[in-house]
């Protein structure tokens, strides 16, 4: 699909998402009824193609009855769809589970249907038409930050770059254990694609369509919505094996190894879950994991997911993943982790990332790029690369967005196709050895080096409006530590005290 197409298309689907507001239905619901919807009129355009028709939906859910029913009885067969479908195994089953509607008037509702939907032919011009517009749509869905839908998604021009650094190939087998929607999934198949895709053998195509290709999600609308954008761009098939597993990937150790590890688990201080007693008072008890594998015991996320990464790498295999800077100079088990990961992985590069990328506010990440290798005694990182693209740089979501060409010079630093001995050092980019970063107070890697010009230099301030919403993601991020704290301290005052 041509960029005017797509941008046509998803203007026009958009619009109807400002009629349903009026309803109630937000953002993010209304992405989920178009995923359905999508899928139902995909399925009849190919049980109704010329060559070699598919028949995906029992005829009786079909797209077809939607087309036929009328006022009321069109919202009881939708829902009857929708509770039929999500009974099926496989990606059928990923994508219907616990599927409701939400459009309650049936007008509107034979409107998206009729008039928005129907009158495209989604298939007919490959995967890419339909993969295309549904992924603008949900990019456009991030900027509703009140449906929430923003924290679903990492940056598009950062995926693209941690992809272009990776350099994904067609006999990597990749993961992301956080998916969201799988941006990092496809933005990898996509990369894979362009780059070798005239050389694929139908060997490697099976593989990349059917399994090499994968990820976890823990939150069923956000793991459905994965599951189809990947299906629209031809991973999986609907009748197979959902691709997208909906659990806790936290829960237990890995039953399978990859190649290849993308990621940006969720931002937060801590996993926990709320207790309520017979009082009616509530707590809230912080959620450590105990797992073998796991070389600290912590109720932090980013730790936890760093160590799950970790243990999800074969054998030379690599990852890249968005961590929040606490990551980098926690104490306790934070120490312990960063230590066992210079020691036996190769913590080869760091990407500080500035502030106003994401639809979350006050947060300071950065992307760590490492490899694992086989057990010897010494230590495996021998250089920690750090490019610092946070000091003197200013990004905000609509004013300012981040580009993929404000990430080109980090590239070229990274040499993704040459070896990194021959990388140089600049004003942003500096190598810093094992041995110095041992020596740093509790292994701290929150490394700067550089000025900010703005504290010297009275002219380099921005604007008061950069300033004003600097200030307000810094009070926001301070919030949600305290409210952490907070939860707690509550918890262990609740806890019964030995006499």
């Known amino acids: 699909m041509s960029t005017v197409d797509s941008r046509r298309l998803v203007q026009k689907l958009w619009n109807y998402c400002d009629v349903l507001r009026d309803d109630g239905v937000s953002t993010i619901d209304y992405v989920e009824q178009l995923t359905f919807l999508l899928f139902?009129?995909?399925?009849?355009?190919?049980?109704?193609r010329p060559i070699r028709p598919e028949q995906i939906v029992p005829e009786g859910l079909s797209w077809q009855t939607l087309l036929d029913a009328e006022g009321d009885a069109l919202e009881v067969q939708y829902r009857?769809?929708?509770?039929?479908?999500?009974?099926?195994?496989g990606t059928l089953g990923t994508i219907f589970r616990k599927a409701q509607n939400k459009i309650q008037d049936p007008a509107k509702l034979k409107r998206l249907i009729v008039?928005?939907?129907?009158?495209?032919?989604w298939s007919q011009a490959g995967v890419d038409v339909k993969g295309d517009a549904y992924e603008e749509l949900l990019a456009k869905g991030a900027e509703d930050a009140k449906s929430g839908a923003g924290q679903y998604f990492t940056p598009r021009a950062l995926t693209a770059a941690m992809v272009d650094c990776m350099r994904p190939t067609p006999d990597d087998t990749i993961t992301d254990p956080a998916c969201g929607t799988g941006g990092f999934l496809l933005a990898a198949f996509d990369y894979i694609q362009r780059h070798h895709g005239s050389d694929l053998t139908p060997d490697q195509r099976r593989r990349l369509?059917?399994?090499?290709?994968?990820?976890t999600e823990l939150v069923d609308g956000t793991a459905r919505l994965a599951a189809m954008n990947m299906l629209l761009h031809g991973i999986g098939t609907p009748s197979g094996e959902s691709l997208i597993a909906i659990k806790d990937a936290l829960a237990k150790e890995p039953d399978r190894r990859y190649s290849l590890v993308l990621a940006n688990?969720?931002?937060?201080?801590?996993?926990?879950?709320?207790?309520?007693?017979?009082d009616g008072r509530s707590t809230r008890e912080e959620r450590?994991?105990?797992?073998n594998d796991f070389w600290a015991t912590t109720a932090n996320k980013q730790l936890n997911f760093v160590q799950h990464i970790a243990s999800l790498l074969e054998i030379d295999g690599r990852a890249a993943v968005v961590l929040p800077d606490n990551v980098l100079f926690e104490g306790g088990a934070g120490e312990t982790i960063r230590r066992r990961l210079l020691k036996q992985y190769d913590l080869h590069t760091m990407l500080r990332l500035p502030t106003g990328i994401f639809y979350a506010g006050g947060v300071k990440a950065n992307v760590l790029f490492f490899e694992r290798k086989r057990a010897r005694e010494e230590p495996w990182t021998q250089k920690l690369w750090v490019?610092?693209?946070?000091?003197?740089?200013?990004?905000?979501?609509?004013?300012?967005?981040?580009?993929?060409?404000h990430l080109q010079d980090f590239v070229d630093c990274y040499l993704p196709d040459k070896d990194r001995a021959e990388r140089v050092e600049t004003e942003r980019f500096r190598a810093f050895s094992y041995e110095e970063l041992i020596a740093r107070d509790k292994v701290n890697l929150d490394i700067t080096w550089l000025k900010d010009a703005s504290l010297e230099d009275a002219d380099a301030m921005f604007p008061p409006e950069v300033i004003a919403q600097e200030i307000v993601e810094d009070l926001e991020a301070a919030l949600r530590e305290f409210a952490a704290i907070a939860d707690a301290l509550s918890t262990r005052a609740a806890q019964p005290q030995d006499s």
């Open 40 to 48: 139902l009129k995909m399925a009849d355009e190919r049980a109704n």
């Open 80 to 89: 009857h769809i929708l509770t039929g479908l999500a009974r099926e195994g």
């Open 115 to 121: 008039d928005l939907i129907d009158k495209e032919k």
């Open 209 to 215: 369509a059917n399994g090499a290709i994968t990820g």
């Open 265 to 278: 688990p969720p931002f937060g201080r801590s996993s926990s879950i709320r207790m309520i007693g017979e």
């Open 288 to 291: 450590e994991i105990e797992r």
């Open 387 to 405: 490019y610092d693209f946070r000091t003197n740089q200013h990004f905000t979501l609509k004013q300012n967005p981040l580009r993929r060409e």
